[in-house]
């Protein structure tokens, strides 16, 4: 056989295997675009590490708007997104959401994917290095009001959040006020996630409750506790997933089990 002959015999060979591939994807359905919308703590954890695994095991297409856990809940309901990531647990964030979401939030089926830690940060300069969970319980009452107390400087102590829907701060509000809100002296509710983080790069007199992955990244000190403040990252669906969204919802929960 000639070398053209068995070039062109390898090609053949080459395109069959293709083409036959081709079949067994569309056998189990065509890749379907599924808009994801809410928690930028989910997304940071999950999906900017993960998505294209997610997106190769899933056999799906994933577009991402990376917001709030409240504004994903709310796309959801409206149709404007196929599931919503949120990083706090769903009961206290549709206390924040409008009635009528709420009426079509009967319909929420919650899918948990894992568990991050909430991070406690302080400017460089703090020499509060630890505490009890108590002790930090007390400061988002407004009991705890001053550094000293905490054996730190005679400074006030401020407390920074994000605020409108912050998966964090609800989590706070959730496992330490038991769904009350946080009633520190002094508190700052900024907009995003990287504003609570260059806050406590600049002011020395901040608590900031944060991502744990953004304030890591960031490099700022933390300040540890006997218990953690657990945080729940789940996906939502409007009723039981589609075959592709549970696809999706399996791929992720492995892609996360990874960082374990």
Known sequence: MSTRCAMRLSG????????????????????????????????????????VAIERSSGQILNIVPNRTVLGLQALAEGRADIAMISAPLANELLSMAPATRLAAEKFQVHPIAVTRVAIGVHRSNPVHSATLKQITSVVRGETTNWAQLGGNDAPIRVVVVGKGGGVTTTLEAVLLGGERIAAK??????????LAWVVEQDPNTLAFGQLSLLKQRGVPEITTDEPIEQPLALVTMGPPTSAMAAVIAASRDAAALDL
Do not use: C, P, Y
């Not at 053949?12 to 994807?25: E, R």
């Not at 002094?186 to 504003?195: G, H, I, N, R, S």
């Open 12 to 51: 053949l060979k080459l395109s069959a295997l293709a083409t036959a591939a081709v079949i067994l994807v569309s056998g189990t359905g065509r890749a379907e675009t599924l808009r994801l919308q809410g928690s930028s703590t989910f997304n940071r954890h999950i999906l900017e590490k993960h998505r």
């Open 186 to 195: 002094d508190v700052l509710k900024v907009t995003t996630a990287v504003q």
